[in-house]
DNA sequence: CTCTATGCAAATAATTTGCAAGCAC
DNA sequence: GTGCTTGCAAATTATTTGCATAGAG
């Protein structure tokens, strides 16, 4: 909802630096390093939280680079695609978010109602969950989706 | 995705009788008992897997009552706020299931990437992992959506 | 120079809203 | 009869697709 505001909140991402490879990583498909690429990932790069497609659009606005929504969404595609990118159903928002994988673990995140602050969870307590529900449902487990909602400090 | 494939696996819910007490509980907040919403909760009842809007829809177009598309919305709006009904947001489907609340605990879903089968899970691995966050991130945690995707035993 | 990427317009899909008429109580 | 409900049309929001052109390698 609020990118400005959960972004003034203490996010537990890093600030990274610009991996120099990436370009490689999309060369080695037959992608091309574009002007409009390079803004999305810059900007991945520098958000501490996971954005969705219109914010991103409206970032680069904000920042006088010329893309254009869909170019965002193509974009997202390919990253994702890629494997450079992760993307998130957070808790009944209704519209997607993105972030840089850049080789971090697999993990969650909770979501502050009032403010749309956005935490990543360090954890994962579903590995033998996973196995338990193989046995008892039969299935073959391929992924699973684990998102929270609540009251951030600043909000409670 | 397919709703009659779905159905023809065995599920885990019951079919249930339609409870005489769900009129009282509309009335009870100045809402009126409608052939439509009869309908509704009737399909509801009588359905094996959570069901979207337009699954709801159609099927009723099938069994020839007439509804519109937009009343589907707004009952199933009316019933959620009644607390008589769950809204799920399965993995990165992109829309909005139903299911019959009807006193049944808190549960989770699997979804089958190939044929659309839904089955209850009957565990929530979750109550130790929320306190967990709530220390770690000092958020009050309010809500979790937990939806798994895989295979389902005919399908692999 | 070739083929991918982009912009723009338009299409889709899920869901919501406005308003006048219908129907439950 | 009064006020909640519904249908129909239209608006909204998120996302996708078609196509001709721009631009990366």
New binding site residues.
């Given amino acids: 909802m609020n990118l400005q505001q959960g972004i003034t909140h203490k996010g537990l991402n890093l600030l990274l630096k610009l991996e120099p490879n990436i ?1 490689k990583d ?2 080695a498909t ?8 390079q803004a ?1 990932l810059a900007l991945l790069q520098r958000t501490r939280q996971p954005v ?3 914010e991103i659009f409206d970032q680069l606005q904000e920042e006088k680079v ?13 990253l994702k695609e890629l494997g450079m990118v992760l993307q998130l ?1 957070l808790h009944q928002e ?3 978010r993105y972030e840089l994988k850049e080789g971090r673990e697999h993990h969650h995140h909770i979501r502050c109602q009032i403010c749309g602050l956005i935490v990543d969870l360090l954890l994962c307590p579903l590995k033998k969950v996973t196995k338990l529900i193989e046995q008892q449902t039969q299935f073959i487990v391929d992924d699973h989706t684990l998102e929270f909602t609540g009251l951030c400090p600043q909000c409670q």
Same sequence: chains 1, 2.
């Fill in positions: 370009p999309l060369r037959g992608r091309r390093m574009t002007r409009t690429r999305v969705s497609a219109n010329a893309i254009d929504l869909v170019t965002v969404y193509r974009t997202m595609h390919v159903d209704g519209l997607s």
